[in-house]
């Protein structure tokens, strides 16, 4: 997966509680994108960040829900009082370049989130 | 609404056979990737596919970019067990990568 570091692998919460989740994307990638994936699910877009700036976030419900990507530190995705609904794998990806014909984006081994 | 829609959806071979997946779109796509994603690991990227009727080959695995950019295929020679997983294909449209819903591969020994 080409250097895209997602911690945790495995992350458990109790219902109410706040999920952090980290990425630090590939050296030299500044753009980070964020999906999530459900069982027997593609997967969905949430958030499109570059260092400092939120450049897309249609993806991503508009509670609970935020994301950054500082200018230095990794990208974290952020989930408030979080719901069984939001167990689910969240990937990260990253990409040397923005939205261009011959942008690569190169994943993370994903944070698989479980609430109980 | 799935902007790429990927057949099948499930396919179950023996080792050996040949097998084609396709990925297909009513929008053109400036390029598409193609993943393949293992349970518990994240989607890893296999190939690139910038012009229309481009073929690309990685070893047993043939890709191609349809001439209108709205569709690709992947067809893969003398499967083996190895190729079991999820394929994916991806493309950019707008600010988002719009992903498939999936093939899911399996290989039977």
């Known amino acids: 997966n080409a250097g895209v570091m997602q911690n945790p692998r495995h992350l458990v919460r109790r219902r109410g509680q706040e999920a952090r989740l980290r990425c630090s994307p590939m050296k030299g990638h500044s753009h980070v994108y964020w999906y999530r994936q459900l069982p027997e699910e593609g997967l969905k877009f949430m958030v499109y960040?570059?260092?400092?700036?939120?450049?897309?976030e249609s993806g991503m419900p508009k509670e609970r829900f935020s994301a950054e990507f500082p200018k230095e530190g990794p990208s974290i995705l952020r989930i408030q009082q979080v719901v069984r609904g939001d167990s689910a794998a969240y990937f990260c990806?990253?990409?040397?370049?923005?939205?261009?014909?011959?942008?690569?984006?190169?994943f993370g081994q994903g944070t698989r989130l479980t609430v109980v | 609404t799935q902007l790429l829609e990927q057949s099948p959806q499930f396919l179950s071979i023996q080792e050996g056979e040949n097998l084609t997946v396709y990925c297909n779109s009513s929008s053109v796509f400036s390029s598409l990737q193609w993943y393949r994603q293992e349970p518990g690991e994240g989607p890893v990227l296999l190939v690139t596919v910038v012009t229309g009727g481009e073929v690309k080959k990685l070893k047993r695995l043939t890709f191609q970019f349809g001439d209108a950019r709205k569709d690709s295929s992947l067809h893969i020679t003398a499967a083996q067990p190895g190729d079991t997983g999820l394929y994916l294909c991806a493309g950019p449209q707008g600010n988002q990568f719009y992903f498939g819903t999936g093939t899911s591969l399996t290989v039977i020994p």
């Open positions: 960040l570059q260092k400092e700036n939120i450049i897309d």
């Open positions: 990806a990253s990409s040397q370049q923005g939205r261009r014909v011959n942008t690569e984006a190169f």
